[in-house]
């Protein structure tokens, strides 16, 4: 599961193009992500990613430490953010994500801004 986990990363997070497809193909319609007390369904998943790729020039995210259970698998990462405005964000990210059928269908998500400016604290449920 770690990497699959990694391909998402890298194919929808990393990548600095706005690409559905790629949410469609990692990330099933009925996914519901719960991230600092914010719950966003699929489509506001979407918008999203799509603000995310408006605000950000480029992202990195290094997986700390991880553990798999059954259809789960937990995750502690760090994202680097370049904003297009010449700005830095560093957040710690701790999230639990459920997969079936290839897809995931639930990401509980808590984010903690490390470094950068107060006003990208709630980058990770930003639409």
Request: glycine share 4%; proline share 1%.
């Amino acid at each position: 599961m770690i990497h699959f986990i990694r391909q998402v990363f890298t194919h929808v997070l990393e990548n600095p193009v706005f690409d559905e497809s790629l949410i469609e193909q990692y990330f099933s319609r009925d996914y519901v992500q719960t991230v600092d007390h914010q719950q966003l369904h699929y489509e506001e998943f979407v918008l999203h990613i799509k603000k995310l790729k408006e605000k950000v020039a480029e992202q990195h995210i290094d997986i700390v430490s991880y553990a798999e259970n059954g259809d789960s698998i937990f995750t502690r990462h760090i994202a680097k953010s370049f904003l297009k405005d010449g700005s830095y964000a560093l957040h710690q990210v701790m999230a639990e994500f459920t997969i079936r059928d290839q897809k995931i269908v639930r990401c509980n998500e808590l984010t903690l801004l490390l470094e950068g400016n107060h006003a990208e604290k709630n980058l990770g449920s930003e639409i």
